[in-house]
Nanobody
Framework: QVQLVESGGGLVQAGGSLRLSCAAS????????MAWFRQAAGKEREFVAT????????FYGDSVKGRFSISRDNAKNTVFLQMNSLKPEDTAIYYC????????????????WGQGTQVTVSS
């Protein structure tokens, strides 16, 4: 069974940091593009970041550029999202996703999703 499992979410004060992890199992994801999306209550799912097969190229949504960093460890089948300088508007459920279209910003380009991890940033 192919699975993505996120972890590392929680409650943090504004200005703080969190590091999310996404562990993949069921098959190797080294040839997949990996991405993070988020969805705040009452809002549509939003693109956060994506990285290609090697992790050498990364792309970010405008709202997180310069604060968040995506990386991957293919040997461990894991992708990370380092989130710094967090703001209350970063509060959302964060989802990890895998797909075969690299650098895609649309959720429709990803066919495997995790269950999400809650991130709450207090002011």
């Amino acid at each position: 069974q192919v699975q993505l499992v996120e972890s590392g979410g929680g409650l943090v004060q504004a200005g703080g940091s969190l590091r999310l992890s996404c562990a993949a199992s069921g098959r190797t994801f080294s040839r997949d593009a990996m991405a993070w999306f988020r969805q705040a209550a009452g809002k549509e799912r939003e693109f956060v970041a994506t990285t290609g097969w090697s992790g050498g190229s990364t792309f970010y949504g405008d709202s997180v550029k310069g604060r968040f960093s995506i990386s991957r460890d293919n040997a461990k089948n894991t992708v990370f999202l380092q989130m710094n300088s967090l703001k209350p508007e970063d509060t959302a459920i964060y989802y990890c996703a895998a797909g075969r279209v690299i650098y895609a910003r649309s959720s429709e380009s990803y066919d495997t999703w995790g269950q999400g991890t809650q991130v709450t940033v207090s002011s």
